[in-house]
């Protein structure tokens, strides 16, 4: 009788198991509220960002899924540029943010504005670039293309295939 436990019992540890439940949780490992960053060159303030809602993962990566705000500033302290995106998405591994929606930049000292659905910035490279629809306007003219490049203050730029470019008419915003 005793054996035939033992044997019972051992045919029963042979289960599967299910294998869904031995995969590596992928999921965020943080959440923050109502993020500030201050990026810092010298103890001179450079960036600024603001975000709602901060989500990171293990492997350093983030997602800012309620927009993010990003000011640069100049070596006085002044803002020089605005950049922001109604999503936004940090690489650590290539140390580059993307903000996707609506995404506008401003630079303040020249009055330009730029306007796509997806933007990256390089803070190694110093530079944003897109290879989507832009439409930029620069004091009473507006260009569109598809695809920019400029350095991340936005004060010098290349626009790629571009379409058409006109005169703002007077009222027109």
Known sequence: MIGACLIMGLASCD??????????????????????????????????????????????????????DITFYDEEGNI????????????????????????RVHNLEKDQKLNSEELFWDPNAKKIYTEKFVT??????????????????FNEYKLFKVTNSRTILPGEN
């Open 15 to 68: 289960e599967e198991v299910d294998s869904s439940l031995l995969e590596p949780y992928l999921g965020p490992v943080s959440e923050a509220l109502d993020v500030e960053l201050y990026h810092s060159d010298s103890a001179l303030v450079r960036t600024y960002l603001q975000a709602k809602k901060q989500i990171e993962f293990e492997n350093g990566d983030q997602e800012f899924p309620e927009g993010i």
């Open 80 to 103: 020089t540029t605005t950049m922001r995106a109604d999503r936004g998405f940090y690489t650590h591994k290539d140390n580059l943010y993307k903000g996707e929606g609506d995404v």
């Open 136 to 153: 930029i306007q620069e004091r009473e003219t507006l260009f569109n293309g598809t695809g920019m490049e400029a350095d991340e203050g």
